[in-house]
Structures are given as structure tokens and as C-alpha cells.
């Protein structure tokens, strides 16, 4: 499976983003999918996730209510919409999925199988 995330980009502190990741390769639906983001000097975290089948989703503490995460099987994509960005929301994001994921184990790293390669969201103040 390969995965191509894209929108990132400059945006000032209370605007919005829409990022997608396209995978290929593989049977999307599947995949339950995540989004992870890593700020310079940071760690790697966990931001949203969304299951395979029930379409359940997941989200950090830190972007619930603003962050929200969808897919589209038909198109093999997996979104993440962004709103009411804070300068601590910049960092690369980036998009993963698995298929073997549980509901425990939706925020770890670690147990997805295949990453794409992040991009980049700068938020302004």
C-alpha cells in the first residue's frame, strides 16, 4: 500500500486546512486509517484516527472539536479537516493505515502497517 498525503500549507491561526491522503495498491476499506503529526524537536503524535468498517473515529485531546476525520472508500482517501488552527498545530502530518488495528491501539504509531511521506502545515499568528 502506498499512501500520498497532500494540502498542507501556510495558513494563519484561526483558518482552515483540508488535508487528503490517496492510497493505492491495496483494498482501502480494509484499512482503518490515521493521521499523525511530528513538530520540529517533537515527538511524533497521534492526532485522529478513523475505523475500518464502522467508520468509528478518534481524535487527540488537543484538536477534538476543531480536527475532524473522514473517508471516502470509493476513492481510496482519508481526510482531515482542520479548523480553527493554533500555531501549535504546525508540524509535518502525516497519514497511516493498518489493518489490524483495534479500537486500543488506534492512537499508536506503531501498529500501523504503511505511512505516507507528511506534509507540511505552517500555522501563523
Known amino acids: 500500500v502506498q499512501l500520498q498525503a497532500s494540502g498542507g500549507g501556510l495558513v494563519q491561526a484561526g483558518g482552515s486546512l483540508r488535508l487528503s491522503c490517496v492510497a493505492s495498491g491495496g483494498t482501502f476499506s480494509t484499512y482503518s486509517a490515521g493521521w499523525f503529526r511530528q513538530a520540529p524537536g517533537k515527538e511524533r503524535e497521534f492526532v485522529a484516527a478513523?475505523?475500518?468498517?464502522?467508520?468509528?473515529?478518534y481524535y487527540a485531546d488537543s484538536v477534538k472539536g476543531r480536527f475532524t476525520i473522514s473517508r471516502d472508500n470509493a476513492k481510496n482517501t482519508v481526510h482531515l479537516q482542520m479548523n480553527n488552527l493554533k500555531r501549535e498545530d504546525t508540524a509535518v502530518y502525516y497519514c497511516?493505515?493498518?489493518?489490524?488495528?483495534?479500537?486500543?491501539?488506534?492512537?499508536?504509531?506503531?501498529?500501523?502497517?504503511?505511512w505516507g511521506q507528511g506534509t507540511l502545515v505552517t500555522v501563523s499568528s
Open positions: 478513523i475505523k475500518r468498517g464502522s467508520g468509528a473515529t
Open positions: 497511516a493505515t493498518g489493518s489490524r488495528l483495534i479500537t486500543s491501539t488506534m492512537s499508536r504509531a506503531g501498529a500501523y502497517d504503511y
